[in-house]
């Protein structure tokens, strides 16, 4: 029951919050704030409980827990958790935190329901990282869609309806996509077995011609390439992060687009091996054309957050060439770009939210020797600037590293050209420090330093991408029954 207890603490706090928020705006935010962080310690305390024993060439899961929600259609409500779902639910959790820290003071209109919406986002998150039905799956992978909408649409920048509206064609014609592909996954079972059911388990074993597998990882895959965002599918992922407030970035980056790696590793290459296979290498070319056409564009813009959200595009570049490689060191790499990556890139979106509140603008040519005023936020900018571009000791270098030591052998004139996306990501990470905090200081307004609150966020994850940088070893222990089962499929 505790897996339905996260969730269903997560969307009872975001009612309460909503309903309170008329009497007690402070009451909105603590109720909140202590929601996520209960789910953190539930989660931390699971994480203590089985990181000594996670089982080695077994079975993978560590909790199941199936009752019938509509036995009729089959649906049941089947949520189980296994090392990667673990490691997923400790970054949304921890990035949830985060995400209410940061917006403590930056949202002043509406409260009460930006916080609904916020938790219920994260609920969505998490369910998605848990639902073992397919049914229950698309379902969760809905609830995280509708609230990430009114979060932009809502409490975004000036172009906020523009960029809502984008999101969510993008992503919801993926998930249709994606809901035909389970409905003829459902019938195709039924047929076959005379058990129509959309349990994860049961369609595993579902007997699929060739052509018909194609088609149908297809339309799984288009769904979470969406998401990830593969080139050329990309397009809705800088409006959506330039426009969004704070927190939306910090999620969007931190934990939206790891559904998208987390479905293609948990679903397209477990219910079509074969299928998945084949198309190996389109996969890995598409991802090297993500790191090297992301960083070149990253490396062009002069707003903040578009050229973050462009580094964003480049960097799941090597999540799909880690995945699509089948070698086991490159799915570890893959699990570690999606820790490092949220850790990473969030602190960068928080550090631009940071910016935009006191300088009220985020060209960067508006900026410049920022670090003689602000020398603390100078200081967590440089970290997370060098763990961008994949500085030694700092948790990026790792997953990068892997990934990169995986893919070689299997494809290694992709991984050479996938390369030059380290050394492009020298260049944009190093110009965006350099035209924010060095140089000569561009403008007269006085600027704060960072408050104890953001001190508080920027040191968590400074620890956190530091602690994986040097001690990823965990991490690995707690994914390696996953990476090994996905080898051998």
Known sequence: ???????????????????????????????????????????????????????????????????????????????ALDGLSLVLLLLTFFLGILSVLCSWNEISEKIGFYYFNLLWTLAGISGVFVAMDLFLFYFFWEVMLIPMFFLIGIWGGDRRRYAAYKFFIFTQAGGLL????????????????????????????????????????????IAFAVKLPVVPLHNWLPDAHSEAPTAGSLILAGLLLKTGAYGILRFVLPLFPQAAAGIAYWAVLFGVIGIIYGAMLAFAQND??????????????????????????????????????????GALF???????????TRDLDQMGGLWTSMPSMGGAALVFTMASLGLPALGNFVAEFLILLGAFPVFPALTVLATLGLVLSALYSLRLFQKVFLGQRLSNTRVKDMSGRETLIMAALTIAIILLGLY???VINMVRALTEQLVMK
């Open 178 to 221: 994606m809901l035909i592909s389970i409905l003829a996954l459902y019938f195709i079972h039924g047929r076959q077995t005379g058990n129509y059911s959309y349990d994860y388990f049961d369609l595993l074993g579902t007997k699929l011609e060739p052509a018909t597998a194609k088609w149908l990882m297809f339309g799984f895959l």
């Open 472 to 474: 990823p070893q965990p």
């Open 350 to 360: 928080v550090l631009a939210g940071m910016l935009k509140e006191r300088l009220h």
């Open 304 to 345: 903040l957050k578009r050229l973050i959200a462009y580094t964003s595009v480049s960097h799941m570049g090597f999540i799909l060439v880690g995945i699509f490689a089948f070698r086991e060191i490159a799915m570890q790499g893959v699990i570690m770009q999606i820790l490092t990556h949220g850790i990473s890139t």
């Open 1 to 79: 029951m505790i897996l339905v207890m996260m969730i269903g603490i997560l969307m009872a706090a975001g009612l309460l919050s909503w309903l309170v928020s008329r009497w007690n705006i402070h009451a909105s935010k603590w109720i909140s704030l202590i929601a996520v962080t209960v789910d953190f310690i539930l989660v931390c305390n699971l994480w203590a409980q089985h990181s000594g024993n996670i089982p080695i060439g077994g079975s993978a899961w560590l909790f199941d827990y199936h009752i019938k929600w509509i036995p009729d259609f089959g649906i049941g409500f089947h949520l």
